[in-house]
């Protein structure tokens, strides 16, 4: 998934060479072809007030005896080594250095190949940096209690939390026994997107756009929007060559030229966690625990590929005819796809045609899948009141320029509004708008509230390993028909806790 998301990022910083060159959308095969992120994020007045300095970096206008503190800034866990991120990340050095002249900004630049080596060797040694980003949940849990409670430092500051969502907030509390160890920058919610001309070709009503509506379906009954209506609505929406679809006598599963629905597959945990959040780590740190609801929505999503056949098998996935700027979505041929929000880079292949909608509920409760990108100060820093200014500045007066170079959605409500109002005003060089006008954006920002919490990118034992065993099972799973899926996921529990004893 990381390395969607960098390919993604380093595709939209270069947008307007892409549209001038192609004179619309493009590629169906690279993701990147799109303005998504590449609207600048407009500063608001609230915003701006925001983002002034704070006391603590107001106050230390002089240069301290000795000199000033040296403050280093690794890079790059996650996206940032992109040859067109770069001069922007000089730039916020310098304007930072400028300011504040009692702290030297460092930027440390390392790619992300060897990212983890290279800071894992740095904290070894007893030389690591002191800012850490932008880091997404899995590079951050690789290095799980290594990171600075900034509660204090909030509290010091007089920090204004109210400027973010209290459930983007919350999440960086990522485990009860380490605290607030980031404060919110780029998030990316999911949402449903779905093709509108093929549901009411198949006479079907739309969606629901707003959590906590019902769904009418075609005999008139009024139902919750949860999977099982999914299920059923995506059965009808699938289609073979001969134009009949799922729930239909005759219908050939091997001759699909539609199908209804794409689940967000990058990461088997996430999968499951949209059927509800949860841990795989037992209250003893140590034990491996399948949290039911992640069971549960790997058995209907295989149910949903090998017998009732709404989802693709792994073979279709990866084929080009169907891979369409990263997803199958994107190819204009799957009438509905859960993903985040980053995934409007390279949508543009869709057609003029899609919306966004609800994510569905299961058992009652909405799990809303997220993605979230941040700074975060290590706890060996010794110089943790200059890093929480630093920490500041980016999160605050150089929150644009970087979202914008980041292609990050701004966790600051003040900033989201301007976000969609200016992709909405993006054209390609023929003058055509990239997103259609109809796109309920409001849908992204509401489904932040239902976050997945405890994330499903968490901390677990032997991280690294245990995530490839992960994507070994999600490769067997959508490539292997005729699975007990009982016994599949006792088994990978058993692998998990073999993984896990020895890394002891």
Known sequence: MRSRRLRIGAAISILGIVLSACGGSTASGTPGASAAASAPVAASPTTAASNAPSPAASTAATVPPGGPVTIRWFCCLGTGEDKTQQPVEKQVVADFNATHPNIKLEF???????????????????????????????????????????????????????????????????????????????IYPSELYYQKAMFAEAGLNEPPHAYGDKYTMPDGSVVDWNYDTVRKVAMILTVDKNGKDATQAGFDPKKIVQYGFEPQRDDLRGMGAYFGAGQLVGSDGKTVQIPPAWAAGWKWIYDGIWKDHFIETNAVYQSPEWNGGGYTFNTGKVAMQENFLWNICCITDAGPDWDIAAIPSFN??????????????????????????????????????????????????????????????QKTDAGKPVYPAHVDWKVATDGIQYADNPNFEAYMPAYNQSLDTFNKYLTRWTSTSGLNMDQEIATLQNDLQAIWDKSK
């Open 364 to 425: 009652g409760t909405t799990t809303a899948v997220f993605n979230a990108d941040t700074f975060r100060i290590l706890k060996s820093t010794k110089h943790p009141d200059e890093a929480f200014q630093v920490l500041e500045y980016l999160l605050g007066d150089a929150s644009s320029k970087l979202l914008n170079a980041y292609s990050g959605f701004p966790a600051r409500s003040t900033d989201q509004a301007g976000y969609f109002t200016q992709l909405q005003q």
């Open 108 to 186: 440390d630049l390392t790619p992300y190949t060897g990212a983890r080596d290279a800071l894992s060797t740095q904290l070894a040694s007893g030389n690591g940096p002191d800012i850490v980003g932008p880091v997404g949940v899995g590079g951050t849990e690789a290095f799980h209690g290594q990171w600075l409670d900034l509660a204090p430092y909030i509290a010091k500051s007089g920090y204004d939390l109210s400027q973010f969502n209290q459930s983007a907030v919350d999440f960086f509390k990522m485990d009860a026994t380490e605290g607030q160890t980031g404060l919110p920058f780029a």
